[in-house]
């Protein structure tokens, strides 16, 4: 079954309530668990010189000295400049004019508009 007959068939059984709503979550957790995986392998396939749309770890070696787009431990991201900050868990921080990130983990170049 596609993902979106799915997504369908959640949507009927939450208005009528004749489905199976056990099994109907049971493959859409199924769906999402397969899913999640091959987004986490695809993201872990990426080098870190791949500047064209990867990921970069935060390493004291190769810290941009340009305004990127900064990610944290959460997933929360800013527009920022990226530094070390021994106060910080991973040892890494970014700020931009109005906003300060703690535990930065990964930068990438600013996506093009």
């Given at each position: 079954?596609s993902?979106?007959?799915?997504?369908?068939?959640?949507?009927?059984?939450?208005?009528?309530?004749?489905?199976?709503?056990r099994?109907?979550?049971?493959?859409?957790?199924?769906?999402?668990?397969?899913?999640?995986?091959k987004?986490?392998?695809?993201n872990?396939?990426?080098?870190?010189?791949?500047?064209g749309?990867?990921?970069?770890?935060?390493?004291k070696?190769?810290?941009?000295?340009?305004?990127?787009?900064?990610?944290?431990?959460?997933?929360?991201?800013?527009?920022?400049?990226?530094?070390?900050?021994?106060?910080?868990d991973?040892?890494?921080?970014?700020?931009?004019?109005?906003?300060?990130?703690?535990?930065?983990?990964?930068w990438?170049?600013?996506?093009?508009p």
């Open positions: 079954m993902i979106s007959e799915q997504v369908k068939e959640l949507r009927m059984a939450a208005i009528y309530k004749e489905h199976s709503l099994e109907l979550l049971e493959k859409a957790a199924d769906t999402i668990e397969s899913l999640s995986s987004l986490q392998a695809a872990m396939e990426r080098s870190a010189d791949d500047c749309g990867g990921w970069i770890e935060c390493d070696d190769n810290l941009p000295d340009k305004e990127v787009l900064c990610c944290d431990q959460c997933g929360e991201m800013i527009l920022g400049y990226v530094s070390e900050d021994k106060t910080s991973t040892g890494f921080c970014a700020e931009n004019d109005n906003v300060y990130m703690y535990n930065c983990v990964k990438m170049e600013k996506p093009k």
